[in-house]
Nanobody, 122 residues
Framework: QVQLVESGGGLVQAGGSLRLSCAASGRTFISLGWFRQAPGKEREFVATISWSWSGGSTYYADSVKGRFTISRDNAKNTVYLQMNSLKPEDTAVYYC???????????????WGQGTQVTISS
């Protein structure tokens, strides 16, 4: 089992930026990612990054492509989500995940973090 601890959430104005961090422990050499859940909505995929010695390949939801950047520091076993040009609709609890896999039209996740609140004011 992988343990995931997020940090970096908060309140920011629309157009601003935030960076989320997630420290993983228990296993290494795994893909990591982020999901989010807005009030009254289902959890949705945000981004994922695979593992490789050079940093991994990335994949994004269309809603965040070009605004969010996922990256990882293998030495620290930490994944980051740099969020720029934030919009009020980005307001959600953001969850770090381990081993996300696309299964048909859905996602399967190995482990979830506890979540961190991101609030964007208009």
């Amino acid at each position: 089992q992988v343990q995931l601890v997020e940090s970096g959430g908060g309140l920011v104005q629309a157009g601003g930026s935030l960076r989320l961090s997630c420290a993983a422990s228990g296993r290494t050499f795994i893909s990591l990612g982020w999901f989010r859940q807005a009030p009254g909505k289902e959890r949705e995929f945000v981004a994922t990054i695979s593992w490789s010695w050079s940093g991994g390949s990335t994949y994004y939801a269309d809603s965040v492509k070009g605004r969010f950047t996922i990256s990882r520091d293998n030495a620290k076993n930490t994944v980051y989500l740099q969020m720029n040009s934030l919009k009020p609709e980005d307001t959600a609890v953001y969850y770090c995940v381990a081993e996300p896999r696309r299964v048909g039209g859905d996602w399967s996740v190995g482990s979830w973090g506890q979540g961190t609140q991101v609030t964007i004011s208009s």
